[in-house]
């Protein structure tokens, strides 16, 4: 069970540190002139301390 609930629980772990999810997009220019954006979800940023964490969980541990 713990395979399936713990994604869930630590995001509801964050939430109660007022710390939230963030929709992100990162252009990077290249040296050639060309831009890649990097689009992605932190998994907690704290807009006080401008902190960002992002939480992986494995089961292979």
Same mark, same amino acid.
């Given at each position: 069970?713990?395979?399936?609930? %713990?994604?869930?629980?630590?995001?509801?772990?964050?939430?109660? $540190?007022? =710390? /939230?999810?963030?929709?992100?997009?990162?252009?990077?220019?290249?040296?050639?002139? %060309?831009?890649?954006?990097?689009?992605?979800?932190?998994?907690? $940023?704290? =807009? /006080?301390?401008?902190?960002?964490?992002?939480?992986?969980?494995?089961?292979?541990?």
């Amino acid at each position: 069970m713990w395979d399936t609930v %713990r994604g869930d629980l630590l995001h509801k772990i964050t939430y109660a $540190y007022k =710390w /939230r999810e963030m929709d992100t997009e990162y252009p990077i220019l290249f040296k050639d002139g %060309r831009t890649a954006v990097v689009i992605g979800r932190l998994d907690m $940023y704290d =807009w /006080r301390s401008k902190t960002i964490i992002d939480l992986k969980t494995t089961k292979f541990i």
